[in-house]
């Protein structure tokens, strides 16, 4: 038995291939990135074709893998948990009308968070569209769960969520690897208008079928919950899921309760089986409940008296549930008293673009040409584009461009309204920047729009967009280009330029805000690859660093405003050093420096 | 075999600097001495030049996170990070840590790597020391050798002649510095 080392994404992945995916779909985003990337490459372990693709944005990511479940073949969507946001509306739709071949939605959720917005539950988001969801605690564990989860959806004609966190996601096991791979069925489109286009007297039908089905889940034994301790005896008892039922394993043996304490591991939070439910409150008199990050197993033990979990505020409602509190939660709960050690709170580094970004030149001719807009931004590298003063908000996916109308319209009537700039990656353009930048169009909306046009997903790493013109497996793509999609949403000023020129990016964005002031949108493509994304591509070694002359008088400019990791201040503040390890020689810092102390390295 | 190895080592540095790939490596040599291994990673946001931490347990663990005052051991490429790293220690744990300071553990892989004229060496500088460091009874601090760790590198990157040479020239002054440390 070979065992490989396996990222939680990877693990997914292989468990999609092995069970007969057919057509695989997602948009990046942390945590869940890997795992279409995955998919792609394990790819071969079939002899079948399986169509894996990126999509513009996860509702259409959905819909395309969706009509493939329709069509009888199994089928995976995977994005992040706030991209379920983007693709609830087929979700709700899609668990009234049911599958024809397995169909699962993976949402990978970010407790804590640790690159994402909110905290959201997406297991909250199944109790709502009313679909079964399974909470694995491991790489392992999650590759189990795709196979399970194939099953749960044809045994009820149901899609199915399967709910990792970033600790399984972004964690790594050795896995077996040497499983029998299930090949993908012949599509096979059964027409069926009474439920594939069922109008509302029908859904009303078939919401009654769904609640049956939900009954007859809450009773399938395959996913009944797991007693890691039938020797246990008592009236408390510990219920778990995903990571924390992990670290609750752990914490039971270190505290030496692994056969004093019941411990229940939930493998389906939603719906909590029946019997179990009943189970809990005929045995014991208090239920110690641990999941991330809502209640949700919590939430459907009838008797509230009982439980302690998050409703209760016996755990966290706030943050990942880390196993130091996963183990003092459980030692008070068994009457332990015990030293548990913390972390202290020491303020990290703060994430910074990288050396040579071009979106750092981008945001520093932003504000030069407009020092008192208002800079509406986006989900991406570039809001770190705060570090520059030059972010003012972020909401979420394309709200830079509808904000920035908003933000129009909020001071239209003013004297003297301020500039409202936005800036949008490219990717994040594609997936929801176009509407709101045709309604703006539409309202004659007089802001400046930079797209920063790095050719990439930077963020999630590095996969590519609509203008990429390569697919997820890197086969060849036709390509959308953005200039003529900008002109087509009916922009009548469009113009390219190259950041790290910043003298003329300056220029151009005060072009934009003049013909903005007077017409309607402008917008500026600051184009310039990504530096990580091309030196992978390229291979080629970086620049030589610019040398700082003695001209240079540690005014701080360069480090405040510029903020490139590679300019160090000295320790006496007398003189600014450029790091050689960190610099890429991308020498825009000579256009910034007022001093002129910066200047290109002479030929080495 | 190994039935008894239980190690738990945090590693931890700022992104961009290979925290990923030391973790990555001792990782795939305790899959090769046939021991079950998790790890943890910090992606995203932070690898942008934030704070990086990735937890190795190597043994029969069931959680990817290692508890404040349970690792065994600390690898460090940025000294820095020790205040905020440190207390993951259990009382008498080991520290490898990249410095300009003398102490125990230390080493000043920057300035090695300087000299090797490869400034990316850092993270395998500082594993190279870990891999030939021994405590005070003169046992090794990890639970795998540098030879171990030689063979990952070679399959990892036999595809790649002066990538794997610089790893493993980077590996060996890290572990000839140890040697001299003690
Ligand atoms: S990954 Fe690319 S886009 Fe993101 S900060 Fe680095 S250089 Fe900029
Ligand atoms: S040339 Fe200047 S701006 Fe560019 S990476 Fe080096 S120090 Fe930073």
Known sequence: ?604 | MNETIRQQIVISGVGGQGVLFVTRLLAEAAIEAGLPVFTSETHGMAQRGGTVVSHLKVGPFASPLIRPGQADGLICLKAENIAAHGPFLHPGGWTVVNSQADGPGHVDADRIACGLDDARAVNLLVLGFALAAADEAGKPLLFCSPADVQRVLQRRLAQRESALKRSLAALAAGASAAKVAI
């Open chain 1, 1 to 604: 038995m070979t065992r490989k080392l396996m990222m939680g994404n990877e693990a997914m992945a292989l468990g999609l291939v092995e069970n007969g995916v057919s057509l695989a779909t997602g948009y990046p985003g942390t945590p869940a990135s890997e795992i279409l990337a995955s998919v792609a490459k394990s790819r071969r372990l079939r002899t079948d074709p399986i169509h894996v693709q990126w999509a513009v944005n996860e509702k259409v990511a959905f819909e395309i893998a969706y009509a493939g479940s329709q069509a009888g073949l199994r089928t995976a969507v995977s994005m992040k948990q706030v991209g379920l946001n983007v693709a609830s509306d087929p979700l709700m739709s899609a668990a009234y009308m049911g599958t024809a071949g397995g169909f699962v939605v993976i949402s990978a959720d970010d407790p804590g968070p640790h690159s994402s917005q909110t905290e959201q539950d997406s297991r909250l988001m199944a109790v709502m569209a009313k679909i079964p969801v399974l909470d694995p605690d491991s790489p392992a564990a999650a590759r189990r769960m795709t196979a399970m989860a194939y099953q749960l959806s044809e045994a009820f004609r149901i899609p199915v969520m399967l709910r990792p966190t970033t600790r399984v996601c972004h964690s790594r096991q050795d896995v077996a690897v040497d499983a029998e791979v299930l090949p993908g069925r012949e599509a096979d489109f059964k027409r069926d208008p009474l439920r594939w286009a069922a109008t509302p007297k029908f859904r009303l039908k078939l919401h009654g079928e769904l609640e049956e089905k939900l009954a007859r889940i809450a009773a399938w034994p395959e996913t009944a919950p797991v007693r890691h301790n039938p020797a246990a005896g008592g009236r408390r008892a510990l219920v778990a899921s995903g990571v924390a039922a992990a670290h609750a394993r752990e914490a039971l043996a270190s505290l030496g309760l692994e056969e004093e304490l019941p411990f229940y591991q939930v493998l389906q939070p939603f719906p909590l089986h029946t019997d179990f439910i009943d189970h809990l409150i005929a045995d014991y008199d208090e239920i110690l409940v641990l999941e991330e990050t809502v209640g949700v197993i919590e939430m459907q033990i009838a008797d509230r008296h009982r439980t302690r979990g998050k409703w209760t505020g016996a755990v966290p409602r706030v943050g990942e549930l880390l196993p130091e509190a996963v183990f003092a939660r459980i030692a008070a709960f068994a009457g332990r008293d015990v030293d548990v050690p913390q972390l202290p709170a020491v303020p990290g580094r703060r994430p910074t673009l990288c050396p040579g970004c071009p979106h750092r030149a981008s945001f520093f001719a932003i504000r030069k040409a407009a020092p008192k807009g208002i800079y509406t931004s986006d989900i991406g590298c570039y809001t770190l584009g705060m570090n520059l003063g030059a972010v003012d908000t972020v909401l979420c996916m394309g709200a830079a461009i509808s904000q920035a109308a908003g933000f129009y319209q909020a001071y239209r009537h003013a004297a003297k309204p301020p500039p409202v700039i936005a800036t949008i990656g490219d990717s994040t353009f594609f997936h929801a920047g176009v509407p709101a930048l045709i309604d703006a169009v539409v309202q004659q909306v007089r802001f400046v729009l930079v797209i920063l046009d790095n050719r990439t997903t930077a963020m999630t790493g590095n996969q590519p967009t609509p203008a990429s013109g390569v697919g997820a497996c890197g086969e060849p793509l036709n390509a959308v280009a953005i200039e003529p999609l900008v002109k087509g949403c009916g922009v009548g000023f469009c113009r390219t330029a190259d950041p790290y020129d910043v003298k003329n990016l300056i220029k151009l964005v005060k072009e934009a805000l003049a013909y903005a002031r007077q017409t309607g949108p402008a917008v500026v493509i600051a184009r310039h690859p990504c530096v990580l994304e091309e030196a992978r591509r390229t291979g080629r070694p970086p620049g030589p660093p610019p040398v700082v002359t003695d001209a240079c008088d540690g005014c701080g400019f360069c480090v405040e405003r510029f903020e490139c990791p590679a300019l160090v201040m000295n320790a006496e503040k007398t003189r600014v050093d450029i790091d050689p390890i960190l610099c890429v020689g991308c020498n825009v810092c000579i256009q910034v420096c007022p001093k002129g102390a910066i200047e290109e390295a002479k030929d080495r």
